[in-house]
């Protein structure tokens, strides 16, 4: 809208204008009267298509005034009552109002036109966000938020008719809509009026959401078609969160069964070994009852020690099935992580069988806040893997140094792991190609010792060139121990 003062400046310039135009015909180049009147019909038409009626008209009559005393005789008085006069007027008039009207029209197009656009734009925008929408936060929580900053409106909440969640976004509050919402999304009803405006959220035919928008000064009004599309695209995204939660439910349900496969197979592996040796013993004083005593006592103390052996699998089993988790508690004590390795080798004496494992100590370590039962299993699953990885015929060596922390560095003279594949083999079940059909194993190993060792607060990496794999086990001697 136009002020008083804008409005009075303009008629200022109009009349300058035909000032101008009456001075340049009858003093600095002398015109005919029908030269002139064409001149101020073309200065009528210039004011009514910039500026409008209102000035267009008063141009008008000024024009009509000059044109009648300084062009039509007599010259120099004022004879409205000559039909010149009055056909003179009435042409400035007719021009200024059609010149206006059709001008207002162009005018009004062209900001029609650059509000479509921008409206275009915006839902463009709309739809590239949404498609760029992380998982850090709620889907439909986002989703408000990137419609509320790109259609720059006052307040926006969604109801979700699945989740029955109401997910608000803007600077500013929207109160008391909670029920037309509900309504909106179970009936498909809508309601707008001069602030607010209401929705229906439709996959199809069938409404899944229900969207409130306050407007405000800078934004007035929401076109239908504009409202639709908005509503349109949040179906869509809507649709996409469900389908990639569908999609995150079907991989964990993949994964579980994978994991329940791949730690099946290992265990029939791993038990398959003392269980034939207890058998095997069992069978034996049964077979032939008429042993010497010192015969059945030895068959009796190798039956018991693989049993035991064979109940520690069991509890590791069922250790790394309660470990394959993010979420590891660990309950810490003071302990000397050098007596924990010796403890790790002593109860794998059967699988080391008379591989040279040699255990390196640079200097006694200090006391370490752990938990004992954790840090076992995880130096067990190291140690079992440098077996499984490498030639018979090679050493394993277990170096205990001091550091930042505690570190344990077991190596194995294998063929070593490739450079592409390092940074994935501490990946819940991950097993490289080139081992899957020549060793058994869950892939669960390198995993569930990695997230023990960042319980602890400390790491396990890999360092492996051909012939040579280390892997470090760190633990900080001063580390904050949590959850992982």
Same mark, same amino acid.
Request: with cysteine; aromatic share 6%.
């Given at each position: 809208?136009l002020? #008083?003062?804008? %409005?009075?400046?303009? !008629?200022?310039?109009?009349?300058?204008?035909?000032? !101008?135009l009456?001075?340049?015909?009858?003093? !600095?180049?002398?015109?005919?009267?029908?030269?002139?009147?064409?001149?101020?019909?073309?200065?009528?038409?210039?004011?009514?298509?910039?500026?409008?009626?209102?000035?267009?008209?008063?141009?008008?009559?000024?024009?009509?005034?000059?044109?009648?005393?300084?062009?039509?005789?007599?010259?120099?008085?004022?004879?409205?009552?000559?039909?010149?006069?009055?056909?003179?007027?009435?042409?400035?008039?007719?021009?200024?109002? @059609?010149?206006?009207?059709?001008?207002? &029209?162009? &005018?009004?197009?062209?900001?029609?036109?650059?509000?479509r656009?921008?409206d275009?734009?915006? @839902?463009?925008?709309?739809?590239?966000a949404?498609l760029?929408? /992380? $998982?850090?936060?709620?889907?439909?929580?986002?989703?408000?938020?990137?419609?509320?900053?790109?259609?720059?409106?006052?307040?926006?909440?969604?109801?979700?008719?699945?989740?029955?969640?109401?997910?608000?976004?803007?600077?500013?509050?929207?109160?008391?809509?909670?029920?037309?919402?509900?309504?909106?999304?179970?009936?498909?009803?809508?309601?707008?009026?001069?602030?607010?405006v209401?929705?229906?959220v439709?996959?199809?035919?069938?409404?899944?959401?229900?969207?409130?928008?306050?407007?405000?000064?800078?934004?007035?009004?929401?076109?239908?078609?504009?409202?639709?599309?908005?509503?349109?695209?949040?179906? %869509?995204?809507?649709?996409?969160?469900?389908?990639?939660?569908?999609? $995150?439910?079907?991989?964990?349900?993949?994964?579980?069964?994978k994991?329940?496969?791949?730690? @099946?197979?290992?265990?029939?592996?791993?038990?398959?070994?003392?269980?034939?040796?207890?058998?095997?013993?069992?069978?034996?004083?049964?077979?032939?009852?008429?042993?010497?005593?010192?015969?059945?006592?030895?068959?009796?103390?190798?039956?018991?020690?693989?049993?035991?052996?064979?109940?520690?699998? #069991?509890?590791?089993?069922?250790?790394?099935?309660?470990?394959?988790?993010?979420?590891?508690?660990?309950?810490?004590?003071?302990?000397?992580?050098?007596?924990?390795?010796?403890?790790?080798?002593?109860?794998?004496?059967?699988?080391?069988?008379?591989?040279?494992?040699? #255990? %390196?100590c640079?200097? +006694?370590?200090?006391?370490?806040?752990? /938990?004992?039962?954790?840090?076992?299993?995880?130096?067990?699953?190291?140690?079992?893997?440098?077996?499984?990885? $490498? +030639?018979?015929?090679?050493?394993?060596?277990?170096?205990?140094?001091?550091?930042?922390?505690?570190?344990?560095? #077991?190596?194995?003279?294998?063929?070593?792991?490739?450079?592409?594949?390092?940074?994935?083999?501490?990946?819940?079940l991950?097993?490289?190609?080139?081992? &899957?059909?020549?060793?058994?194993?869950?892939?669960?190993? @390198?995993?569930?010792?990695?997230?023990?060792?960042?319980?602890?607060?400390?790491?396990?990496?890999?360092?492996?060139?051909?012939?040579?794999?280390?892997?470090?086990?760190?633990?900080?001697? /001063?580390?904050?121990?949590?959850?992982?």
């Amino acid at each position: 809208m136009l002020t #008083i003062g804008q %409005i009075g400046l303009r !008629l200022l310039l109009s009349f300058g204008g035909v000032a !101008l135009l009456t001075w340049i015909g009858s003093r !600095l180049v002398p015109l005919n009267a029908t030269t002139i009147g064409f001149a101020y019909l073309l200065l009528v038409l210039v004011i009514a298509t910039f500026w409008g009626f209102i000035e267009a008209a008063f141009a008008s009559i000024a024009a009509t005034a000059a044109f009648n005393f300084f062009f039509l005789p007599p010259v120099g008085r004022f004879t409205i009552a000559d039909p010149q006069n009055w056909m003179a007027l009435f042409s400035f008039l007719t021009t200024a109002l @059609l010149a206006s009207r059709l001008s207002a &029209k162009a &005018k009004l197009r062209a900001l029609d036109a650059v509000s479509r656009q921008r409206d275009l734009e915006r @839902l463009y925008t709309f739809s590239r966000a949404i498609l760029l929408i /992380d $998982s850090a936060e709620p889907f439909a929580k986002q989703l408000v938020q990137k419609l509320a900053e790109i259609f720059e409106i006052s307040a926006a909440v969604l109801y979700d008719r699945r989740s029955e969640e109401f997910y608000r976004a803007g600077p500013a509050d929207f109160e008391g809509a909670d029920g037309q919402l509900r309504d909106a999304a179970m009936q498909g009803t809508s309601f707008s009026d001069s602030k607010r405006v209401v929705t229906t959220v439709r996959l199809g035919a069938e409404p899944i959401a229900a969207l409130a928008l306050q407007l405000n000064d800078r934004v007035a009004q929401v076109p239908d078609a504009v409202l639709q599309g908005i509503a349109n695209l949040v179906a %869509i995204g809507l649709e996409r969160a469900r389908a990639q939660d569908l999609a $995150s439910q079907i991989e964990a349900a993949r994964h579980s069964e994978k994991f329940r496969t791949s730690l @099946l197979d290992a265990m029939a592996h791993e038990f398959k070994t003392p269980l034939t040796t207890v058998l095997a013993a069992t069978t034996a004083l049964l077979g032939n009852p008429d042993q010497t005593p010192e015969a059945k006592a030895e068959l009796a103390k190798i039956a018991d020690e693989e049993a035991k052996h064979l109940n520690e699998l #069991i509890d590791d089993a069922v250790e790394m099935a309660r470990l394959d988790t993010a979420n590891i508690q660990v309950e810490t004590e003071p302990a000397n992580v050098e007596e924990i390795v010796r403890e790790v080798c002593a109860s794998m004496r059967n699988r080391i069988d008379d591989r040279p494992v040699n #255990i %390196i100590c640079d200097q +006694r370590p200090p006391p370490v806040a752990v /938990d004992r039962r954790l840090v076992r299993l995880a130096i067990k699953q190291l140690l079992d893997n440098a077996l499984k990885y $490498s +030639r018979p015929d090679t050493a394993v060596t277990i170096r205990i140094h001091n550091g930042d922390g505690v570190t344990v560095e #077991i190596t194995d003279h294998g063929e070593g792991i490739p450079v592409a594949e390092q940074s994935r083999i501490f990946e819940r079940l991950y097993r490289s190609p080139s081992v &899957k059909k020549q060793t058994l194993g869950s892939g669960l190993g @390198l995993s569930i010792a990695q997230n023990i060792a960042r319980a602890h607060g400390g790491d396990l990496t890999v360092a492996s060139q051909p012939g040579e794999t280390t892997f470090s086990l760190i633990l900080p001697v /001063d580390q904050k121990v949590g959850r992982n």
